[in-house]
Nanobody, 118 residues
Framework: QVQLVEAGGGLVQPGGSLRLSCAAS????????MGWYRQAPGKERELVAA???????NYADSVKGRFTISRGNAKNTVYLQMNSLKSEDTAVYYC????????????WGQGTQVTVSS
């Protein structure tokens, strides 16, 4: 089993920045994809950004150029640096890990609220 613990959400003004972190613990496969999803009220959960264990990244078009996903040195931590935040970035952000053969296992964090408002 794998546990994902997020930190770093909060309230920020438009144009501001926040950094989310997610630490994974437990029986972690060496080959995995870690990412961030978000869900706003009344909307479906959507992929924000993801990074493979080899460092390949993928971003939603809506956050390209503003958000940066990265891994920690221990590879079991993932960060999301969010700059130039907009009100439409307001959502609950969830850390996600896909692992195992064919990425058959999926794990979720508990979610952290990000609110962008003046």
């Amino acid at each position: 089993q794998v546990q994902l613990v997020e930190a770093g959400g909060g309230l920020v003004q438009p144009g501001g920045s926040l950094r989310l972190s997610c630490a994974a613990s437990g029986n972690i496969f060496s080959i995995n994809v870690m990412g961030w999803y978000r869900q706003a009220p009344g909307k479906e959960r959507e992929l924000v950004a993801a990074i493979t264990s080899g460092g390949v990244t993928n971003y939603a078009d809506s956050v390209k150029g503003r958000f940066t996903i990265s891994r920690g040195n221990a590879k079991n931590t993932v960060y999301l640096q969010m700059n130039s935040l907009k009100s439409e970035d307001t959502a609950v952000y969830y850390c996600n890990m896909k692992a195992g053969l064919g990425y058959r296992y999926t794990y979720w964090g508990q979610g952290t609220q990000v609110t962008v408002s003046s």
